[in-house]
C-alpha cells in the first residue's frame, strides 16, 4: 500500500529514530507533522523535507506528556491536511539505574513519556481514525519489552507496557475500524537515547559492552517502520523485533 499522500504525526520528531522516520515517510510522499519540545530542530528537519520536493511537513511542538499539546496537534494537523493517517509514538526516554539507588524522579519521568505520552497520543487520533475507518499507530517499545537486564527494570517495565497496550489496541481497533496496529523493538540504536542516563554505576557497567558492538542506526529502524505501514490493509504487522547483528542479549 502506498504512504503516499497520507498523513503522519510522529512524536520525538527532532532526532534519532523520530528524525530519520520523517525524513523516509517524506521521500515516500507522505506529509509528516513533526512534534517534540525543541521548536529550531523541527524547523531545521522541515527545511531538509522540503528541500525533497515530496511529501510536506508541518512543525507543531509539544510534549507528549501534555493532553492540551496534542489537542492542539490534531487540530493543526486536520486543518492543514484534513486527515491523521498515522501515529508514530516515538517519543521516548532511557535513564537507566539500578533500582537500588533510588532515581525516583527518573522513574516518574519515564512512565510519563514511556507510557502515558504513547497513551496520550493514541487518545488523542483515536476519534478521527475510527470515524475515517482507517488508520496505522506504531509504538516504539524496545527489545527491552521481551528481556528484563539489570539497571533496566523501570525502562524494560514501561516499554513491556507499550508492547502490551499496543497488542490490546490491535486487537480492539484492527477488526473493527481497520486500525493497523504495531509495536516496533529494537535493540541498541545509535541515538541520543543514552544521554539521558545520569547513573555513573549504569554508564560504566552497561554502556561499556555497547561500544564493543555495531550497534543499529536510526535509518534501520525507519525502514521497518515503512515496511509496517505499507502493507496491504488485509495484513496487520503487529510486532517487529530487530536486533544489531552483534547484540546477544
Known sequence: MSIKGKTVIITGASSGIGEATAMKLAKEGA?????????????DLK??????????????????TKKEDFKNLIEKTKKEFNSVDGLINNAGLMP?????????EEWDKMIDVNI????????????????????????????????????????????SAVKMFSEGLRQELAPNFNINVTS??????????????????IKEDLLSNF??????QAEDIAEAIFYSMSQ????NINDVYIMPTEQQQ
Open 31 to 43: 506529509n509528516v507533522v513533526l512534534t517534540a519540545r525543541r521548536e529550531e530542530k523541527l524547523k
Open 47 to 64: 527545511g531538509k523535507i522540503d528541500k525533497l520536493n515530496a511529501g510536506k511537513a508541518l512543525v507543531v511542538p509539544g510534549d507528549v
Open 96 to 104: 537507566l539505574s539500578y533500582v537500588k539507588n533510588l532515581h525516583t
Open 116 to 159: 502515558k505520552g504513547v497513551m496520550n497520543g493514541v487518545a488523542a487520533v483515536l476519534p478521527t481514525m475510527m470515524e475515517q475507518k482507517s488508520g496505522n499507530i506504531i509504538n516504539i517499545s524496545s527489545s527491552a519489552a521481551n528481556k528484563m537486564y539489570p539497571g533496566g527494570a523501570v525502562y524494560c517495565a514501561t516499554k
Open 184 to 201: 516496533i523493538e529494537p535493540g541498541f540504536v545509535d541515538t541520543e537515547l543514552t544521554d539521558t542516563i545520569t547513573d555513573d554505576e
Open 211 to 216: 561500544q564493543e558492538m555495531t550497534p543499529l
Open 232 to 235: 496491504p490493509k488485509r495484513a
